[in-house]
C-alpha cells in the first residue's frame, strides 16, 4: 500500500477514467486543504504561444470536464479559437496528478444559467463589472463598476451576462500518475481517437 492509500492493482484495474478520476476526486475533497478542483488549465493563442491559469473545475461526466469563465477573457478568446485546451490537476496530500487534454465545446445556456444563478449574488455582480483580462486604470475604476451594476440590480435576479458561459472539455486522454519511491511511479493513459470513441489504457513508464 503507498503512502496516499492506492495500491497498484487498485490503480491497473479501473477501465474507465472517468470513474477512476471521480474517485481520485473524492479522496481530494477529504485530504485537500483547499480548492480540491482547483487545476491548471493550459491553451495556445493565435501565435502559437501557451499559456496556462488555475481555474475551478466546475462539473464532469462522460461528456467532459466544465469550467465557467468570461468568454472576452484571454481564456475565452483562446480556448474560442482554438478549440482545444489541457488541465492539469495535481493533489499534493495524495501525491497524485491527473492530466488530460482535448477539444473543447460550450455549454448549453441553460447549464450555465444554472451555474451562474448558484453563485453568491456578489460574484454574479463581478462577472457585468470586470471587463477580465484587459487593462484597468485603478482600482477605483473596477470599485465604481461594481457599485454601478449593484444599484442597477439592487432588486430581483441579476441576469446572466451574454460573454459569460461555460467550456466542456471533451478529452481524448486522460493520464494518471502516482508518486512512488525512487520515482517509480505508476502512470497509465486512458487515450481514445475521437471524444466519443472507445478507451485505450496504457501503462507508461514514468
Partial sequence: MSESGLTS????????????????????EKSEPNDPTAV?????????????RMVLLKGFDEHGFVFYTNFESQKGREVLGQK???MCFHWKSLRRQVRLRGEVGVVSDAEADAYYASRPRGSRIGAWASKQSRPLEGRF?????VAEYTAK??????????????????????????????????????????????????????
Avoid at 491548471?40 to 496556462?52: C, E, F, R
Avoid at 475604476?141 to 463598476?145: D, F, G, M, Q, S
Fill in 153 to 206: 440590480y439592487a432588486i430581483g435576479e441579476i441576469p446572466r451576462p451574454p460573454y459569460w458561459s461555460g467550456f466542456r472539455i471533451k478529452p481524448i486522454s486522460i493520464e494518471f500518475w502516482h508518486d512512488r519511491q525512487f520515482r517509480l511511479h505508476d502512470r497509465v493513459e486512458f487515450r481514445r481517437a475521437v471524444a466519443d470513441g472507445p478507451w485505450e489504457k496504457v501503462r507508461m513508464y514514468p
Fill in 84 to 86: 482545444k485546451a489541457a
Fill in 40 to 52: 491548471a488549465l493550459a491553451t495556445v493563442d493565435d501565435h502559437g504561444m501557451p499559456n496556462v
Fill in 9 to 28: 492493482g487498485d490503480f491497473t484495474e479501473e477501465n474507465e477514467p472517468f470513474a477512476l478520476f471521480a474517485s481520485w476526486l473524492r479522496d481530494a
Fill in 141 to 145: 475604476a473596477l470599485e465604481k463598476a
